[in-house]
């Protein structure tokens, strides 16, 4: 696994007046000094227990065999949650061809098809759960609380459909829970649920939130149900850890300078926006995760800068006019992918006939690279912060390197900002006023 950060597009030399100076970053820099110091205990003492999921192996070995038995004689795998319960393993899955046509693991066939309901809009549930073959269908359950309103009605609505349709006693077998552990006199409603009806259930980490449990058995499950390596998935974040443990400062740490360059450039460029753009289908989920990631733990006391979520090329017809000549409101991320060479070719008398002869000849693959290059070339030329990640190869231990990458360097912005990175105040206010609305 190979990932590389550019940060030369964010900085005065390379873009201008628009820019970050180097002596402001250099200064970022030295404050994340106790912060990097702060995770390398937490990592030694393991009051991180973010930083040594990668490490973890017994939770993989479990998961596999509550899917194996779970997945006995099913078509269909159902995974309902929300937010940080859902974004984590819809981004792992995608790796393996979700939601991609055409794009499938040569061990999935034979294994159930995997659908995501993590918004919950009443009409689509209804409609789904009558449509659905319940006796060939499995639900997987992700709470980590217990208490999550929207994942509580999808379950007792399930449940229901499946007594309904005659198949109350193989409740144990078409249901998986994943939800905190019982015991510490916190009141859990799903695990409450599940174990009236005597369904098993694997235990959500207590000591990690539900938008950093991405790399838990929460994204195991999906990335399992899609044929992938999980194991590799965590070497890819371990090796992002190993690099924090070893690196001789914050200005040797790639998450750390992403971090000074994002809070640097909002406090002195007045960079509101963080648009997360990969050129990869495979990682169209991940720059929704990683949206969620961000404004979630950054967004308090009036810090913060609003996450955006693109996808390229595509994006390219919608959100570049804006980047490029719009307000200067903006610091983008490329995530770019060797694909040079990769896919169809393009067939020479077509595209001379189309008027394309610079296609003729090429593979589909090559546009985009030249598309990824050239986007990047513009942003800077136009005195636009652009950052670069380059990734060799896109396979599970890449994925897991990203994702441990955006984790710690969320973190440490939440230092330079100031800020808790880890709470959400504001959502549980809201969550507290829907509930009020409900009982009166």
């Known amino acids: 696994m190979t990932i590389v950060q550019d940060i030369q597009g964010c900085l005065e030399p390379g873009i201008g007046r628009f820019g970050l100076a180097p002596k402001s970053l250099a200064t970022l820099l030295t404050q994340l000094h106790p912060a990097l110091d702060s995770l390398r205990t937490g990592y030694k003492d393991g009051s991180m227990a973010l930083l040594r999921v990668p490490e973890w192996l017994s939770d993989i070995d479990d998961a596999e065999k509550a899917l194996a038995r779970l997945s006995e004689g099913a078509r269909t795998l159902v995974f309902f949650g929300t937010g940080g319960s859902s974004l984590g393993g819809q981004t792992i899955a995608q790796l393996g061809g979700w939601n991609i046509p055409g794009e499938m693991p040569k061990d999935q066939m034979g294994r159930p098809r995997v659908r995501f309901y993590d918004n919950l809009d009443p009409r689509t549930l209804e409609r789904s759960l009558s449509a659905l073959d319940l006796a060939k269908t499995r639900f997987v359950i992700i709470s980590k609380s217990g208490n999550t309103a929207e994942t509580l009605v999808q379950a007792i609505c399930a449940i229901e459909a499946i007594k309904k349709a005659g198949l109350g006693a193989e409740l144990p077998r078409l249901v998986l829970g994943l939800t905190e552990p019982a015991g510490d006199g916190t009141h859990n409603g799903l695990r409450t649920i599940l174990e009236s009806f005597g369904i098993p259930a694997l235990d959500h980490a207590i000591e990690i939130g539900g938008r950093f449990s991405a790399l838990t058995n929460v994204g195991l499950l999906p990335g399992m149900a899609r044929g992938l390596n999980m194991r590799r998935l965590r070497q890819g974040a371990a090796a992002v850890v190993k690099a924090l443990l070893d690196a001789s400062g914050p200005e040797k740490f790639a998450p750390a300078v992403g971090a000074a360059v994002a809070v640097g450039l909002a406090r002195e460029r007045g960079i509101v926006a963080q648009v997360m753009l990969p050129y990869s289908d495979r990682l169209a989920r991940f720059a929704h995760w990683f949206a969620q990631l ?114 710690i360097e969320t973190i440490l912005a939440g230092h330079l900002f100031g800020v808790d990175p880890f709470g959400q105040p504001a959502v549980e206010e ?4 829907a509930r009020t609305r409900l009982e009166s």
């Not at 809201?430 to 006023?433: E, G, H, T, V």
Request: proline share 4%.
């Open 294 to 407: 961000w404004a979630e733990s950054l967004g308090k006391d009036g810090a913060g800068t609003m996450p955006i979520a693109g996808l390229g090329p595509v994006d390219q017809h919608s959100q570049l006019q804006m980047l490029l000549d719009g307000p200067r409101h903006h610091l983008v991320t490329l995530i770019r992918t060797s694909c040079k060479g990769a896919g169809p070719v393009i067939g020479d008398d077509l595209a001379r006939l189309a008027g394309a002869g610079y296609l003729a000849g090429r593979r589909a693959g090559d546009l985009v690279a030249a598309q990824q290059s050239a986007i990047a070339e513009a942003l800077r030329g136009a005195g636009r912060p652009v950052r670069t990640l380059d990734v060799d190869l896109l396979d599970e231990s890449a994925l897991g390197g990203l994702m441990m990458h955006c984790m």
């Open 430 to 433: 809201c969550k507290r006023l």
